[in-house]
């Protein structure tokens, strides 16, 4: 079956830039997109198609999706921007989510 | 503004048995797909189904196939997910997602099925 390999945990400082990678076989052939979940709260959409934002979310989060490789790039972290990040792919009848990234931000 | 609430979840014995519904506002709710995702306590996200906006079409996650059915009533904007054989495996919180083109762009809170004796 198609697996989604994220990094269990990244860490920034507030300002910095924060970047979170989902690899899959030919990833950059599908269309990827990023969710954001805090905790206690329901997951929601920043990136959708690779690398467009949803009505609302900030500018400062951006993606890109190239070879294996899925990228959410987070550009001047703020300290509510720490969250559990999930990626996720799909195909014609597939749908597979990444085991998530924590997002720290110190 | 779109809005998915969610419920039916509870407390249910193995090999049991439950139905969640999920009604949806906000939205042409025919022209979208729909989806039902769940987490597991601590854990990540998994994708459990998804019908059409039509219902004719349906898939489903692999660790469910053969026990669950989604289905849809476009009369009443609700979506449903007929769970049967439950097994503890299946405890989770069960979001209900719009899922229009290949991503889920608005979620509901969530219900939490739990599976134990």
């Known amino acids: 079956s198609y697996e989604l390999t994220q990094p269990p945990s990244v860490s920034v400082s507030p300002g910095q830039t924060a970047s979170i990678t989902c690899s899959g076989d030919?990833?950059?052939?599908?269309?990827a997109c990023w969710y954001q979940q805090k905790p206690g709260q329901s997951p929601m959409l920043v990136i959708y198609q690779d690398n467009q934002r949803p009505s609302g979310i900030p500018e400062r989060f951006s993606g890109s999706n190239s070879g294996n490789t899925a990228t959410l790039t987070i550009s001047g972290t703020l300290a509510m921007d720490e969250a559990d990040y999930y990626c996720?792919?799909?195909?014609?009848?597939?749908?597979?989510f990444g085991g998530g990234t924590k997002l720290t931000v110190l | 503004e779109v809005l998915l609430v969610e419920s039916g979840g509870g407390l249910v014995q193995p090999g049991g048995s439950l139905r969640l519904s999920c009604v949806a506002s906000?939205?042409?709710?025919?022209?979208?797909?729909m989806s039902w995702v769940r987490q597991a306590p601590g854990k990540g996200l998994e994708f459990v189904s998804a019908?059409?906006?039509?219902?004719?079409?349906?898939f489903y996650g692999d660790s469910v196939k053969g026990r669950f059915a989604i289905s849809r009533d476009n009369s009443k904007n609700t979506v449903y997910l007929h769970m049967k054989n439950l097994r503890a495996e299946d405890t989770a919180v069960y979001y209900c997602a719009k899922w229009p083109n290949g991503y889920f762009d608005s979620w509901g809170q969530g219900t939490l099925v739990t599976v134990s004796s």
């Open positions: 996720q792919a799909w195909d014609s009848s597939t749908v597979v």
């Open positions: 906000g939205f042409t709710f025919s022209s979208d797909a």
């Open positions: 030919r990833l950059g052939k599908q269309y």
């Open positions: 019908v059409s906006g039509n219902g004719v079409s349906a």
